[in-house]
């Protein structure tokens, strides 16, 4: 790690402490050129596997993607910003867990309907009429009924 002090490229760690919920590590270093103490934090890199759409074609997971379609399922719903950021959360951790480079985005539809039926049930619905693709009204009543049953 570099100085940003005097720019020298030797630096002896001082201190290291977890951080960000055990996320981080916080390291105090001090230059062995110029003796000026300053302060680093590492991260993992979370890599996230590949999407394996319907028609096989592989893309990287967009985390964007997904959070624009959470945001469109919970519009005007009484869920805060701070509730949709856990779910994106618990989301990816869900995905990471199943441990695999490639997870077809049926699995992942399915991880989504799990965390919104948890959530809010309108914003559930919402996400599978668009996710199961319905066609009239009939597939809505069934899926409410689907859902009914499941809260019983």
């Not at 680093?40 to 592989?58: A, L």
Request: glycine fraction near 4%; proline fraction near 3%.
């Amino acid at each position: 790690m570099h100085c940003p002090f005097c720019n020298a490229a030797d630096s002896k760690v001082i201190d290291s402490r977890l951080a960000a919920e055990g996320c981080q590590i916080r390291r105090r270093r001090e230059c062995i050129s110029c003796g000026e103490r300053f302060t680093t934090f590492e991260t993992y890199e979370v890599v996230m596997p590949r999407v394996i759409k319907s028609d096989g074609k592989s893309e990287p997971f967009d985390e964007a993607k997904m959070r624009r379609s959470l945001m469109h399922a919970l519009q005007k719903r009484p869920v805060t910003q701070e509730q949709i950021e856990t779910v994106l959360s618990d989301i990816q951790l869900q995905i990471r867990r199943l441990g695999e480079r490639d997870v077809k985005s049926r699995t992942i539809g399915e991880i989504v309907m799990q965390a919104l039926f948890a959530l809010d049930h309108v914003a559930y619905v919402r996400f599978a009429s668009v996710y199961q693709d319905f066609q009239d009204v009939e597939a809505f009543r069934r899926q409410i009924e689907q859902m009914q049953q499941r809260e019983h």
